[in-house]
């Protein structure tokens, strides 16, 4: 189960994220209101980066690939483009 609390909170961060642009390139950007262990864990894996100061990460280019193998895989193809 831990697996899919991990997998669909990369979802939750992707689907709820914005553009953000920061001086230098656009970030996908996400407010961090998930549990400390998972987003810990995604940081890890490097899907999402952010200052544990921050109220928000941004996603990074893997884990926006990673997020969208996840919408086809737990919401199906045709929902959204």
Request: glycine share 6%; hydrophobic share 30%.
């Amino acid at each position: 189960m831990e697996k899919e609390v991990k997998d669909l909170t990369l979802l939750l961060l992707y689907l709820t994220s914005w553009k953000d642009e920061p001086p230098f390139e656009e970030m996908r950007r996400s407010w961090k209101g998930y549990r400390f262990e998972t987003l810990d864990e995604l940081t890890d894996e490097d899907f999402i980066r952010g200052s544990t100061r921050s109220k928000s990460v941004y996603l990074t280019e893997e884990g926006i690939k990673e997020a969208e193998k996840l919408m086809q895989k737990y919401l199906g193809k045709g929902h959204f483009s």
